[in-house]
T-cell receptor, first 116, second 117 residues
Framework: AQSVTQPDIHITVSEGASLELRCNYS??????LFWYVQSPGQGLQLLLK??????LVQGIKGFEAEFKRSQSSFNLRKPSVHWSDAAEYFC??????????????FGKGTHLIIQP | ETGVTQSPTHLIKTRGQQVTLRCSSQ?????VSWYQQALGQGPQFIFQ???????GRGNFPPRFSGLQFPNYSSELNVNALELDDSALYLC????????????????FGDGTRLSIL
């Protein structure tokens, strides 16, 4: 069965500092990998996705993620965070970009706190 | 382009009652998926509707059921509500072809917050 692990429940970063959020997955085949962001009281917004090709993927809001097959990881990075980046971040895995009949499997999320 | 809209935004029910949540898919999308997000957890897949039929289901009991209408909007129905059903219910739409596979990412609504007393 597929699973997603986000080892860090909370991360605190100073504004302007770099950020890396960790994600490890378990999946039987080549999956689609996603990072979503959720602000309080909001739904999920897609930051980026990966299926194949260049293992470094660029997303919106200055985020990027690197796929490492050997480590089953898909870590999210940003060189310089802004106070508006404070939110909950979810890593997800699925068989198709749109989820398909099995849907997407999400991690439990990482809560990002930005210090002034 | 109209995004995914869900109604109501908040709902309070008591144990044993039934509830219906509604979702309008994004313009041009033909599949709807429903997810349950308990407090402090990631979303969990409930089911997906495509061509007005359920074509995939997660680990949820039959008292969770749904409908998809010809205009691709959808309803999630939950019977015999339990305290553990308290959660944010998210709807996501996408464009699928063939057997429901989609190469387009899902777009999520802002959810319905359901509280069970």
């Amino acid at each position: 069965a597929q699973s997603v692990t986000q080892p860090d429940i909370h991360i605190t970063v100073s504004e302007g500092a770099s950020l890396e959020l960790r994600c490890n997955y378990s999946y039987g085949a080549t999956p689609y990998l996603f990072w979503y962001v959720q602000s309080p009281g909001q739904g999920l917004q897609l930051l980026l996705k990966y299926f194949s090709g260049d293992t470094l993927v660029q997303g919106i809001k200055g985020f990027e993620a690197e796929f490492k097959r050997s480590q089953s990881s898909f870590n999210l990075r940003k060189p310089s965070v802004h106070w508006s980046d404070a939110a909950e971040y979810f890593c997800a895995v699925g068989p198709y970009s749109g989820g398909g009949a099995d849907g997407l499997t999400f991690g439990k999320g990482t809560h990002l706190i930005i210090q002034p | 382009e109209t995004g995914v809209t869900q109604s109501p935004t908040h709902l309070i029910k008591t144990r044993g009652q039934q509830v219906t949540l509604r979702c309008s898919s994004q313009s041009g999308h033909n599949t709807v998926s429903w997810y349950q997000q308990a407090l402090g957890q990631g979303p969990q897949f409930i089911f997906q509707y495509y061509r007005e039929e359920e074509n995939g289901r997660g680990n949820f009991p039959p008292r969770f059921s749904g409908l998809q209408f010809p205009n691709y909007s959808s309803e999630l129905n939950v019977n015999a509500l339990e305290l553990d059903d308290s959660a944010l219910y998210l709807c996501a739409s996408s464009l699928a072809v063939g057997d429901g596979r989609s190469n387009q990412p899902q777009h999520f609504g802002d959810g319905t917050r359901l509280s069970i007393l």
